[in-house]
């Protein structure tokens, strides 16, 4: 990363203190300032990443604490929603300067032109010089936002930003969605920037790895580790081996500690069996053995309070110990009848067309427990291609057809009912299987007790995709055949683990269409399919390198 040039450029919360309407705290007197350069703010699920993004941009309002940025200030929210009848360049927020360059050119020298322009005669330049530095280059300025890919609107809303040269800019998941050329544009922003502070929600790893630092948002208090995602996870690791040896060793002091009372116990009863024969050998007047009880007691009383402080204290450094260890619990579970021979034909492809999309007459054959990612850019075809795999959309022309028992888990994850609970989802997919035997498996899926009870629409993000997985992977028959259209868009890493975990245990054909190459890579790729006109082989380290292609001349 280079320097930042801004010195203006300060972004900072004081005392900060936040929470929903229902009452759920989010933050409590936070405070902290991010650096000049690139921070990537990373989290679980619900710890408050975005809420934190939009209460800095002024998008939410504080209930106490304040807010402080230096310079100009630039949001690119997770959700993009732009007018499809807008034109570029009025998405880009030049339309009316465009216009009045053009009424001067035209011999139009009225000073409301000349006030539209400022000192912004250049604007033209730098608006394509921008949308080309993000791979928008060839879609010009008259263009609708209507005409372009899901991914082309939102480099166009990081082109928006970036022609305001805002001194801070903060970035909610902008990776969400984005094809392996457009992430690769992204990437490229990002290693450029130079303007001050640039903050990056996201759980791409690839993105991560380009920060200057990350900031852990956890409990409602950041963490710092310098360098990207790498330095971060190995510096946790060796946190997380330190607080284990933190752990065994307050486990010890508490044993100890028992035991010490224990013996101070015995001690004390042995005594005042000892005192009592005494007094009843010497035969000890009332008084004086009265006087000796009590002070034999008020001495016992002492000793066992000490050694009860001290068990006490030690149970004490026991939970703190405790509490600085994570758990990041891993979804275990057997399947043993998704099991697929590995010559047997599960799915077949013959002269494929698609009704939307660019794939024209295409043949594929899939056999045994192959684990084939699909890769494509966006508006490919690609969730099209899965839900005719599925039956759900029938092709153009040619022929799908499936083998096996299949299973399909799509982005909008609209296979559970949001009214039940965990436990009735997953009893619909599996209807002759017992109440307990579910419950026993679903606890595998980390809903253990009550858990199991929670309405779907009561859960989590990364809770509903565990949810869902569960319902398709426990589902009767048992798929041998699973499909998944982008699985890790929106979970943090801790959930993508264990989605990774799930599929460790699966022993059947996978498909799976994403843009994420470290997950596609963990889950165990063993064929790379690119999705254009027809469907070609690839490699991981081809789709690596077109990846990490440098950007056009003309960046910021």
Excluded at 98 to 120: K, S, Y
Excluded at 128 to 144: F, K, N, Q, V
Aim: net charge negative; with cysteine; charged share 25%.
């Amino acid at each position: 990363m280079s320097t930042p040039t801004t010195p203006q450029a300060t972004l900072a919360c004081s005392d900060l203190t936040f929470q929903w309407p229902d009452g759920t705290a989010v933050f409590d007197g936070l405070s902290l300032g991010f650096p000049p350069g690139v921070t990537g703010l990373t989290g679980a699920n619900g710890a408050g990443k975005s809420t934190l993004l939009r209460l800095l941009a002024g998008r939410l309002r504080p209930l106490a604490g304040s807010v402080t940025a230096g310079g100009g200030l630039a949001y690119l929210p997770q959700n993009i929603t732009l007018d499809t009848a807008l034109r570029v360049d009025a998405a880009l927020g030049i339309a009316e300067r465009r216009t009045a360059l053009r009424a001067i050119e035209e011999g139009d020298v009225r000073e409301e032109h000349f006030e539209t322009i400022g000192e912004d005669w250049d604007v033209e330049e730098r608006a394509l010089a921008t949308l080309g530095s993000l791979g928008l280059g060839g879609i010009g300025l008259d263009r609708t936002v209507g005409e372009l890919s899901g991914g082309e609107t939102v480099l166009l809303r990081l082109a928006a930003l970036l022609l305001e040269r805002p001194d801070v800019l903060l970035l909610d998941e902008p990776t969400n969605n984005l094809d392996l050329h457009a992430r690769g544009r992204l990437y490229g922003a990002v290693d450029a920037w130079h303007a001050g502070v640039l903050v990056v929600v996201s759980h791409d790893i690839e993105l991560m790895e380009r920060v200057d630092r990350i900031a852990e948002l956890r409990a409602g208090s950041v963490s710092w580790y310098g360098g990207g995602w790498s330095a971060y996870e190995e510096a946790l690791a060796t946190e997380q081996e330190a607080a284990g040896r933190m752990v065994r060793a307050a486990e010890a002091d508490v044993r100890r500690q028992k035991r010490e009372l224990e013996e101070a116990q015995i001690k004390i009863a042995r005594r005042q069996r000892h005192s009592r024969k005494m007094d009843a050998e010497r035969r000890a007047p009332k008084i004086i053995a009265g006087a000796r009880k009590r002070s034999a007691q008020e001495s016992a009383g002492k000793l066992r309070g000490l050694q009860q402080d001290r068990l006490s204290e030690a149970r004490d450094r026991l939970g703190e110990a405790e509490d600085a260890v994570r758990d990041d619990a891993e979804i275990r579970v057997s399947l043993p009848h998704t099991v697929v021979p590995a010559g047997r034909t599960v799915l077949r492809l013959r002269e494929v067309s698609l009704r939307y999309g660019a794939l024209r007459a295409a043949d594929l054959e899939v056999r045994g427990p192959e684990r084939i990612a699909l890769i494509g850019r966006n508006g490919a075809g690609k969730t099209t291609l899965l839900r005719t795999l599925t039956g759900e959309i029938p092709p153009l022309s040619g022929e799908a057809e499936a083998f096996v028992p299949l299973r399909f888990l799509p982005q909008r994850l609209d296979v559970l009912d949001d009214e039940l609970s965990v436990l009735a989802n997953v009893a619909r997919q599996a209807p002759e299987v017992t109440e307990n035997h579910i419950r026993s498996r679903l606890a595998r899926f980390l809903f253990k007790g009550v858990r199991a009870q929670q309405p779907v629409g009561t859960l989590s993000g990364g809770e509903r995709f565990r949810a869902a997985l569960a319902a398709m992977m426990l589902a009767e028959p048992a798929p041998q055949l699973l499909i998944l259209d982008e699985p890790t868009n929106n979970l943090d890493v801790a959930s993508v683990r264990q989605l990774t975990s799930a599929l460790e245990s699966y022993e059947g054909a996978l498909i799976i269409a994403s843009h994420d190459l470290p997950f596609l890579e963990s889950a165990g790729i063993t064929r790379w399919l690119l999705l254009a006109e027809d469907l070609q082989e690839t490699t991981a380290e081809e789709l690596r390198e077109a990846l990490g292609a440098p950007p056009e001349d003309g960046a910021r």
